[in-house]
C-alpha cells in the first residue's frame, strides 16, 4: 500500500511558484520498500513525481531516509521529477 511518509518544513520555490515536498513509499512483497518524492504545487495545479529515489530494508529505514535528506537533495530530485513529467 502506498503511503506518505514524511512532509519537508521548507518548501521549494522556481518560477515564483511554491511546492511541498513530500516523500511517499510502498512496501514491496519482499518486506522491502521504494521511496520517491512528490512535489506538490501551491497552485493546486497536478502534482509532479520522482521515479524511485531509494529501496530500503524495511518502513523504519524508508522514514530514517526521507527525515535525512538535504535541501541540496531535494532541488535536484525536483529537477528530475521536472523532466520526467516532461
Partial sequence: MVEA?????VPITQGGRAWTVE????GRED????GWLVFVPADGS???ATSRETTQSNRQALVY???GLAPTYLE????RAIARAA
Fill in 5 to 9: 511518509i514524511h512532509t519537508y518544513q
Fill in 23 to 26: 516523500a511517499w513509499g510502498e
Fill in 31 to 34: 518486506g522491502r520498500w521504494e
Fill in 46 to 48: 497536478p502534482p509532479l
Fill in 65 to 67: 531516509w526521507a527525515s
Fill in 76 to 79: 535536484g530530485a525536483f529537477t
